[in-house]
């Protein structure tokens, strides 16, 4: 009989990279989505396996098959890496490795594709933080509610935990963990007070003066 011809593998990954920045607010937008397909001119019954380099599909959180079966032989794989995946630093890079055989006796019965995952971190962006300091809840319009519309966005390494108001004396007056949050006074009386809103690594302190 004829030599048995070599299969061959491939992704529909463009170049064989991927790259995604990771988001804790929209997990989602991560998510990978590819296809490897075996091939073999000769119809062998194909073996397609595949192997994270230094690490195993669980610790990646990913739930892979091997598979056995004939030409055009597929195995998709479905992806939402988190930010467990960077351990701490800004970047990080997997690769996954993928091999067919055709099982057949010949010296080349075999093929390898890698593709290469690049992780990283949405940026912090520390930028200004305007504070209103003057809270006048009469319904005019202006600085009716007390609120941060621009805190930094939440991060792999820094999420916004939540903001608390004290009166003069030390006594929390309101809380909230909502990054929405707008605080009108309620009953409390005309007078300063003190915010402090609280990230993983860091905070923000200020007053604001309660006119009635």
Request: aromatic share 10%; proline share 7%; hydrophobic share 35%.
């Given at each position: 009989g004829l030599p048995s011809q070599p299969?061959?593998?491939?992704?529909?990954?463009?170049?064989?990279?991927?790259?995604?920045?990771?988001?804790?607010?929209?997990?989602?937008s991560s998510q990978i989505d590819?296809?490897?397909?075996?091939?073999?001119a000769d119809r062998d019954t194909l073996r397609l396996t595949g192997q994270p380099l230094g690490t195993d599909?669980?610790?990646?959180?990913?739930?892979?098959?091997?598979?056995?079966?004939?030409?055009?032989?597929?195995?998709a794989l479905?992806?939402?890496p988190g930010c467990a995946l960077l351990a701490g630093k800004d970047t990080a890079t997997y690769r996954l490795r993928f091999a067919v055989t055709d099982r057949s006796c010949q010296p080349r019965n075999a093929d390898t594709t890698t593709v290469t995952v690049k992780l990283r971190?949405?940026?912090?962006?520390?930028?200004?933080?305007?504070?209103p300091n003057v809270l006048t809840p009469n319904g005019d319009g202006k600085n009716d509610t007390f609120?941060?519309?621009?805190?930094?966005?939440?991060?792999?390494?820094?999420?916004?935990?939540g903001l608390y108001i004290v009166n003069?004396?030390?006594?929390?007056?309101?809380?909230?963990?909502?990054?929405?949050?707008?605080?009108?006074?309620?009953?409390?009386?005309?007078?300063?007070?003190?915010?402090?809103?609280?990230?993983t690594r860091r905070e923000y302190k200020g007053t604001v003066t309660l006119i009635r």
């Amino acid at each position: 009989g004829l030599p048995s011809q070599p299969p061959t593998i491939a992704t529909n990954v463009a170049g064989n990279v991927v790259e995604r920045t990771l988001d804790p607010s929209n997990p989602a937008s991560s998510q990978i989505d590819f296809v490897i397909t075996g091939q073999d001119a000769d119809r062998d019954t194909l073996r397609l396996t595949g192997q994270p380099l230094g690490t195993d599909w669980q610790r990646l959180g990913i739930t892979w098959q091997d598979k056995t079966g004939l030409p055009a032989l597929q195995q998709a794989l479905s992806w939402q890496p988190g930010c467990a995946l960077l351990a701490g630093k800004d970047t990080a890079t997997y690769r996954l490795r993928f091999a067919v055989t055709d099982r057949s006796c010949q010296p080349r019965n075999a093929d390898t594709t890698t593709v290469t995952v690049k992780l990283r971190q949405t940026p912090a962006d520390y930028g200004n933080v305007v504070v209103p300091n003057v809270l006048t809840p009469n319904g005019d319009g202006k600085n009716d509610t007390f609120w941060m519309p621009n805190l930094p966005a939440d991060n792999c390494d820094d999420r916004f935990l939540g903001l608390y108001i004290v009166n003069r004396w030390g006594r929390e007056v309101y809380k909230t963990t909502d990054r929405r949050f707008r605080w009108d006074g309620a009953s409390q009386p005309a007078g300063v007070y003190y915010f402090v809103a609280q990230f993983t690594r860091r905070e923000y302190k200020g007053t604001v003066t309660l006119i009635r």
